[in-house]
């Protein structure tokens, strides 16, 4: 007597197209889990005042890239970590070897460089010499001998009278500053992280029907 035994629908089948739901859910999640956290990191720095050239820092990848995967994987970074990871933890800075720690005020206008203006770039550019001003109490301060232009910037003045030459505050220095927290980029990861399991699973059901 001969026995046939057969299984439908196909057993071998059956799993390995669970098994390609199964890649294309974990991918699909990740893929959406890393934009989200990318889009949650991008509206919080922008929310913080920091500007929307930063927050555009903030990048996402999945991988492996081009094809799904039970292991699939999301990376959400910055490409200015120093300064995303001192805005996220508020660290204290000071200055090296006891000097000072140069803060410029409006008078001192802004660096052709980007970022903050030095002194040693401010009298490059103004041709005015810093004054070097001790307090007891409160900060110290560098000052220059000059005009004040139309936007409060502080120029070298043309005057042989000296009229309308005043001695204005450049930078304030101090010894160390404690930098504000200003971002929580914890609080939105932990968020993204849990809702992927329940994530995974509804791509998972979705994707038979």
Same mark, same amino acid.
């Given at each position: ?20 739901? *199964? ?9 959406? +889990? %890393?934009? #989200?956290? &990318?889009?949650?990191?991008? $509206?919080? @720095? ?50 090296? *070897? ?9 008078? +001192? %206008?802004? #660096?052709? &460089?980007?970022?903050?203006? $030095?002194? @040693? ?89």
């Amino acid at each position: 007597m001969k026995i046939n035994v057969s299984i439908s629908p196909d057993l071998v089948a059956l799993m390995a197209a669970e098994v390609k739901a *199964g890649q294309k859910a974990v991918s699909t999640t990740m893929a959406e +889990a %890393g934009a #989200s956290l &990318k889009s949650a990191w991008r $509206t919080q @720095i922008t929310g913080a005042g920091l500007g929307a050239r930063l927050s555009k820092t903030i990048r996402s990848q999945t991988y492996p890239k081009g094809r799904n995967s039970l292991d699939a994987a999301a990376l959400v970074w910055s490409n200015a970590p120093v300064i995303i990871g001192a805005h996220d933890t508020g660290p204290l800075i000071r200055s090296k *070897g006891g000097s000072w720690l140069a803060i410029p005020l409006p008078a +001192a %206008g802004k #660096s052709t &460089k980007g970022g903050r203006i $030095t002194p @040693i770039e401010w009298e490059r550019r103004t041709g005015l010499r810093l004054r070097f001003i001790y307090r007891r109490r409160g900060p110290s301060l560098l000052v220059a001998e000059g005009r004040l232009n139309t936007k409060g910037r502080a120029v070298a003045s043309r005057s042989k009278t000296g009229r309308g030459v005043v001695t204005a505050p450049i930078f304030l220095l101090v010894r160390q500053v404690k930098l504000r927290k200003r971002l929580n980029l914890a609080r939105d990861a932990e968020r993204a992280a849990a809702a992927i399991p329940g994530s995974i699973v509804r791509n998972w059901v979705e994707d038979h029907f």
